[in-house]
């Protein structure tokens, strides 16, 4: 599968993104992802090669013209209703991770209104939510953006890194959502 915009084209990882994806996970800008750091290519290397099966749901985000490697989307489907396992999957979750070179260019919307679109459109989805730490400004200013709207604050959340006395540290997050029938796409 793949989804084309005007500037990007969102596909499938391939084993040749090792060194694009490093740039960016080797030091990830927010602590959702801390447990996704690379420490080398070659771990990178590895890593590509799990995602290369992940087709449906994670996809990278290239540059049309270069095809280089500039974030990733992702998102799997859940049941609407959690404990009924006859209930369609129609809700998801996207995450999304951008390299900070390329922040700032509107490629972040673009990639994820596309990909909310596929999943509205393609995929069944009902429901879409998003967490977002709250300090992670430029996320919450891209789920207005996409249309979505603040549905709660959860205080001390979670914890993705611990402090320097080795305690965790809990983040405060927002959940973001939007439904089908209030998608604009």
Not at 102 to 119: C, D, R, S, T, V
Request: glycine content about 6%.
């Amino acid at each position: 599968m793949i989804i084309e915009t005007e500037r990007l084209i969102l596909r499938p990882f391939l084993e040749s993104d090792a060194a694009d994806v490093f740039e960016y996970l080797a030091e990830p800008a927010v602590n959702c992802f801390a447990s996704m750091k690379l420490k080398s290519v070659d771990e990178a290397k590895a890593e590509m090669k799990e995602r290369a099966k992940e087709t449906e749901y994670y996809f990278a985000i290239t540059l049309k013209d270069t095809g280089k490697v500039i974030g990733e989307i992702d998102a799997f489907p859940e049941r609407g209703e959690q404990h009924d396992t006859t209930s369609p999957l129609d809700t998801f979750s996207p995450c999304w991770m951008l390299n900070g070179a390329y922040q700032g260019n509107g490629y972040a919307y673009e990639a994820a209104h596309a990909f909310i679109k596929y999943l509205f459109e393609e995929k069944g989805a009902r429901r879409i939510y998003a967490y977002v730490e709250d300090y992670n400004c430029a996320s919450g200013r891209l789920c207005e953006k996409l249309g979505m709207r603040k549905e709660g604050l959860f205080k001390e959340f979670v914890s993705f890194v611990n402090n320097p006395d080795g305690t965790p540290r809990y983040e405060n997050t927002v959940q973001y959502a939007i439904l089908k029938k209030e998608w604009r796409g």
